[in-house]
């Protein structure tokens, strides 16, 4: 079939459309050139086809930590200094990075003292941290001692000439679990590097309908909650059941809660229930008007806007009553974020009491590297009553890393704070002491 100019124009330009990645553009340098130019350029625009390039890039900065984990054979025998030299490649970069260990059971002055250090083997400075532990038979870290974070030249050494005593290592009664069959497993954790990833892409984008102009359904179940907490929350449209907490009544839908809680689901999904009969339920045992507001507004937006700590630390428990799970994650890593003294006892509590363990595990960090300061806090009282097993961890941890960081003088505060915990506790500060004893005789 004979193809007119006009059409075979207009497939031409459709095939460059399709395949041009870059688009040059010329003079023409002869008459036949730019007649042919005019040619194309007369050709009329079919409303909808004009055709352009959208691109985009994206960078990423992402943190990493090098794990060394080196064992020693008949480490008993070990009198002088031993090495060993490592390299790790980061995955999608250029970058190679090497180091090398050393340790020193017996050095000069420090006869008495395990020695360990890191060396930079880079032709460069580095900016990293440092963190140093004994791996025992089971797999655990002990007398961990960290370095902060700064810069180190090339070639140079650092790390600490008293890690920690030979005894603790070669005590007969601990020596089974930290030398199992003669062998010392030492991790090396180098931290505080970055690689910055790029990635960049374009597409060919047409003429379109613009449906993104209009609500998706996330904007829509928000502007639904919006319009009913206007009127106080009495007039959910086409509310089928009601949240019932301090007096107020909140109208909802059963499909929304039942979509955001397994929970909810088995409550209205049994027609013999009396929420289900009813459509209605009672928190007055688990929530306030105020945190109750929050959570609904979460269930209908995927978000909610009080992030002050007194909210979020009792929005928490309500999220793990009825099983929100990202809710309740969000919430922790609302109160992560804005952890201090005066709160880290409160968040230690709710960690344990609704277990959640990387709450309980960064307020005993905390509470650890800062114990005088906790201790003179409100909320440190209740952690006693409410969590004693908490407390009595953070004193092991303390006895555990002392090691001559100044945190024996902590324990022995600590526990004597703990002796002193009135009787009304239960019964609590008699038992604390003793538990604190214990982890100091160890």
């Known amino acids: ?15 460059a459309a399709q395949n041009v ?20 350029s007369n050709v009329p625009t079919l409303e909808g086809s004009s055709t352009t390039y959208r691109a985009w890039s994206r960078s990423y900065v992402e943190m990493y930590t090098i794990q060394h984990e080196w064992t020693i054979d008949n480490f008993i025998e070990l009198d002088e200094e031993a090495q060993v030299q490592f390299k790790v490649a980061v995955e999608d970069s250029q970058t190679e990075l090497k180091f090398k260990l050393s340790i020193k059971p017996r050095h000069g002055d ?28 089971d797999k655990q870290k002990k007398m961990t001692r960290r370095a902060d974070t700064k810069l180190h030249m090339s070639n140079e050494s650092w790390g600490f000439p008293k890690f920690c005593q030979r005894s603790d290592i070669l005590d007969p009664a601990i020596s089974a ?5 003669g062998t010392l497993t030492v991790l090396c954790e180098i931290g505080g590097f970055k690689k910055i990833t790029t990635r960049s892409d374009f597409s060919r984008v047409r003429d379109k309908f613009k449906y993104e102009q209009h609500n998706d359904i996330v904007r829509d179940l928000a502007e639904l909650f919006e319009r009913s907490m206007d009127v106080n929350g009495s007039e959910m449209e086409n509310a089928d059941c009601k949240l019932v907490c301090g007096g107020q009544e909140f109208p909802c839908h059963r499909f929304m809660l039942s979509a ?14 009396v929420e289900a009969r009813e459509g209605r339920v009672d928190l007055d045992d688990t929530a306030e008007p105020e945190v109750l507001r929050q959570f609904l507004r979460f269930v209908y937006t995927d978000d909610f806007d009080d992030k ?5 630390s009792r929005l928490l428990p309500l999220a793990e009553r009825y099983n929100v799970k990202r809710l309740s994650d969000m919430c922790g890593a609302s109160m992560l974020d804005n952890m201090n003294a005066e709160n880290v006892s409160e968040i230690a509590v709710i960690g344990e009491l609704f ?57 022995t505060f600590m526990s004597r704070s703990m002796a002193v915990t009135p009787s009304s506790s239960s019964g609590l500060g008699s038992s604390m002491s003793s538990n604190a004893n214990v982890s100091l005789s160890n």
């Not at 079939?1 to 095939?15: D, F, G």
Request: proline share 3%; with cysteine.
């Open 110 to 137: 420090n006869k008495d003292y395990v020695s360990l250090y890191v060396h930079n083997l880079n032709k460069r400075d580095l900016k990293y941290s440092l963190v140093f532990s004994l791996v025992t038979e």
């Open 260 to 273: 955001r809680s397994n929970v909810f689901r088995a409550m209205f999904g049994h027609a013999e229930t």
């Open 1 to 15: 079939m004979n193809l007119t100019s006009y059409q075979l124009n207009l497939e031409l330009a459709e095939m």
């Open 355 to 411: 277990k959640v363990p990387l709450l309980r595990g960064k307020a005993i960090e905390f509470i650890s590297q800062y114990p005088e300061r906790v201790m003179r806090t409100a909320g440190w009282q209740r952690l006693l009553k409410e969590a004693p097993d908490v407390c009595s961890d953070i004193i092991c941890r303390l006895s555990r890393v002392g090691c001559g960081n100044g945190n024996d003088s902590k324990v």
């Open 177 to 181: 679990q930290m030398l199992p069959e």
């Open 308 to 312: 002050s700590f007194g909210t979020v």
């Open 21 to 40: 990645n870059v688009l040059e553009v010329h003079e023409p340098n002869n008459t036949a050139e730019a007649d042919n130019a005019n040619a194309v």
